[in-house]
């Protein structure tokens, strides 16, 4: 059985880098992580890869290179979480005691959950895609690739999601890579999405309404999809807000994002999680709201942020500082403004950089308008930000751009006066 004083669960962007920053404060042996898998994706490169930008070899590398050295990576998988007596379990039958508990275990992709989507990814050359999973995310290039003509259709589900720009980015992608094929016209392309909205925060989504418009692709909001019938190239939807009002198109394509939700280990812990089962904490804080010595970062925390590694980059800041705090047993926490980003990509050399905070308010960096399709944007994606990832955030270096944020104020500053 093992004892530390900071156990994280999850080795994941979030667990990986606040791992980085703990081992770094508190010295080598003081943090282990619980982590299963012997890879880890930069899963924002996932976009990339359906567009043919980039390949799933270079999206991952090996958990052990990018867990922090000076700490105990324990594989395996978490079972069970008993927060009253400050004790995890793991399926090895291990026993782990902890100081402090950080809980960074992402969020599951749940395709089983929509009735004949799974079996419709695992037929033999199956034109259904998906660049959620590393399993399909290959498989939507090369099906676009192989396209002839008829219905393309894009789904965004009834459930949280992470990064809830991907599922247009890549039919943005999608259309621009037809229209440079000179294929355009032998497709209709259409995004149905479950929200009432194509995108939460208003000064982002008016700009995409005008990109859809421009583009000539369909939006749909409130449609759901609620089954796929694989043999006849069938995806079946359902009005949220008229839940008798179905129906059913034909699919040349189809990209599905799978319902998502936080990991059943954690649900089951009901003194841990809220009804949806994500991790009970204080939105500003990122402290569990009774046990004070459980913390929540990244997918599986209830902070009502959009999820996404850019909300986590400023989240790890505050996380690591307020864990500090409770280990000294001083009183100055900082808060979280639930900053977040996303990078939407709308095709091969264009990018409208979304940032805003809790109350959904525009939170830009760079001292020029974000809400306008830009290449600089794109580059920013595209080459950039993996690297800033690889080299700064796995190692607790990134908290988020607020600082160039503050050095591009004063740029501002100057120019108005
Ligand atoms: P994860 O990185 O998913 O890690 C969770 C870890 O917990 C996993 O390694 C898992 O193995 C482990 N785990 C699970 N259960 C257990 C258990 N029982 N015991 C131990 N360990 C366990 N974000 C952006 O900011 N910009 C983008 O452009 C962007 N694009 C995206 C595009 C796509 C297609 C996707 C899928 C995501 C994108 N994101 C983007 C979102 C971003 O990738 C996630 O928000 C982020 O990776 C979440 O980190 P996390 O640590 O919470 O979870
Ligand atoms: C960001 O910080 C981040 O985390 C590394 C991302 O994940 C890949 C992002 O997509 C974005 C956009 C940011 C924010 C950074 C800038 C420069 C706006």
């Known amino acids: 059985d093992f004892k530390c004083k900071v156990l994280v669960v999850g080795g994941g962007t979030g667990g990986c880098s606040i791992a980085a920053k703990l081992t770094s404060k508190l010295g080598t042996n003081s943090v282990i992580i619980v982590e299963p898998n012997d890879s880890h994706y930069y899963q924002p490169m996932f976009t990339m890869i359906g567009g043919g930008m980039k390949t799933l070899?270079?999206?991952?590398?090996?958990?052990?290179?990018?867990?922090?050295?000076?700490?105990?990576?324990?594989?395996?998988?978490?079972?069970?979480?008993?927060?009253?007596?400050?004790?995890?379990?793991?399926?090895?039958?291990?026993?782990?005691?902890?100081?402090?508990l950080v809980l960074a275990l992402g969020m599951e992709l749940r395709y089983e959950k929509i009735p004949g989507l799974q079996e419709a990814l695992d037929m033999p050359n199956s034109n259904v895609t998906s660049i959620y999973s590393p399993k399909y995310v290959e498989r939507h290039y090369e099906v676009l690739q192989k396209f002839d003509k008829g219905n393309i259709i894009f789904t965004f589900p009834a459930s949280p999601v992470k990064c809830p720009g991907a599922p247009q980015k890549i039919c943005y992608i999608t259309e621009d890579y037809l229209r440079r094929k000179n294929k355009r016209q032998d497709a209709k392309i259409i995004y149905n999405t479950a929200l009432p909205v194509i995108f939460g925060v208003k000064y982002f989504a008016d700009a995409l309404w005008k990109v859809v418009k421009k583009r000539d692709i369909e939006v749909n909001t409130s449609l759901n999809l609620i089954q796929v019938i694989p043999e006849k190239n069938i995806a079946v939807f359902q009005n949220v807000t008229k839940p008798e009002e179905k129906l059913s198109i034909e699919y040349s394509i189809l990209h599905a994002v799978p319902p998502q939700v936080p990991p059943k280990v954690l649900s089951e812990c009901k003194d841990l999680t809220n009804d949806a089962g994500f991790v009970n904490v204080h939105k500003d804080y990122?402290?569990?709201?009774?046990?004070?010595?459980?913390?929540?970062?990244?997918?599986c925390s209830s902070s009502p942020n959009s999820k996404t590694m850019a909300a986590i980059a400023s989240q790890s800041n505050v996380v690591c500082h307020n864990i500090m705090t409770f280990l000294n047993g001083t009183s100055e926490q900082i808060t979280y403004d639930g900053y977040a980003s996303c990078p939407l990509v709308t095709g091969y050399d264009k990018c409208i950089m979304a940032e805003f905070d809790y109350d959904l308010k525009p939170k830009e960096t760079f001292p020029f308008a974000q809400n306008v399709e830009r290449f600089s944007m794109f580059l920013m994606k595209r080459d950039v930000l993996p690297l800033l990832y690889w080299k700064l955030m796995l190692s607790g270096r990134w908290n988020g751009p607020e600082f160039m944020r503050k050095i591009f104020s004063i740029v501002k500053f100057n120019k108005q006066q």
């Open 57 to 100: 070899r270079e999206s991952n590398y090996a958990m052990k290179t990018v867990l922090p050295k000076g700490a105990t990576w324990l594989k395996g998988r978490v079972t069970l979480f008993d927060p009253i007596n400050g004790i995890v379990q793991t399926e090895n039958g291990s026993k782990i005691d902890y100081d402090v």
């Open 286 to 299: 990122l402290q569990h709201i009774k046990f004070a010595n459980i913390f929540a970062i990244g997918d």
